[in-house]
């Protein structure tokens, strides 16, 4: 049993490196992260070009059925369609671009293909630096926005409400703070673990089925493909509702009952 | 008194233990779904798209015990 589990080794928790551009190495899931940037970028692209009042295109039918459904969805999680509209774009590429980061692990020839003994695609959402990064824009877009609306005193005093002279502000203040680090922790690692777990549970079941891999990961590809929406959907929620949070002024975010619940994952 | 603990039972007490609170995390969600969809039926819809948000939330955690096992090699 032993013997079977240490003959497989999942693929490593960082990044390869397959070569470098001048001083800046290019690792295999960047590589895959620019291919999925592009295929991105160009299903828009032809949506866009294709686009009609009386839309003649299927693709950029079904790309407008899309977005008009995600911006429903963010209107009502803004309660404000100007608001909405304003953070929109963000949010429509952040769910596609994950989406298809997500599901392009699962296609075949992912980490077979190898190049010096490196696979050389790896999906970009199985990378801590990439979901990191992605994190660190969600959050610097809340943080810039709350400063522009509310102002600079306005966003002080969302972390430390109430008197100054009770020491239960600064103490409030402080886990205030704490939590807003946390968040990009969890936002991180949420979606890293998630997809990086369900492609080593894959390589697990595959090698512990022996010749019958093929049909006992059928289920668990199901269940990725699921997660991987799941994961997408989560990433764009929690970053417009982290924007709904720190954009209202308060008083009126208490009528949000289901984004304070998730503000508080 | 130190024996060698078998690498196979600490990874089957990882996977045991992790599985337990998002299990129950997600079995409260669920009941919590089904209520309310019995209390009101029309909003099916709504209810069960913040249900898969809640599950996406909590079966992170699980996904964090995956990760841990599958990363360290013993």
Known sequence: MIGILAAFTAEPLAPEKLFSLGPVPVTNSMLLGIVSLLLVCLLFGLAAKASRVWPTSRLAFYVESLIDAVFGMMAETFGDEKKARKHFPLLISLLLFILVGNLSGLLPGIQTIKYHDVSLFRSWTTDLNSTLAMAVLSLATVHFYAVKDVGLRGYVRHFFSGSLRNPMTWFIGLNEIFSEILRLVTLSLRLFGVIYGGEALLFAIAALAGNFGWVATLPVIFLEIFVSLIQAYLFMMLTASYIVMSTSHGGESSSHAPQAAMGAA | ?74
């Open chain 2, 1 to 74: 008194m130190a024996t060698q603990l078998d690498p196979s039972l600490i990874k089957g007490l990882t996977i045991g233990l992790g599985a337990i609170g998002p299990a129950i995390g997600v079995g409260i969600i669920g009941s919590s779904v089904v209520s309310s969809v019995g209390r009101n039926p029309e909003i099916q819809g709504k209810i069960m798209t913040m249900a898969l948000i809640m599950v996406g939330l909590v079966d992170a955690y699980f996904a964090f015990v995956l990760l841990i096992l599958f990363t360290t090699h013993s």
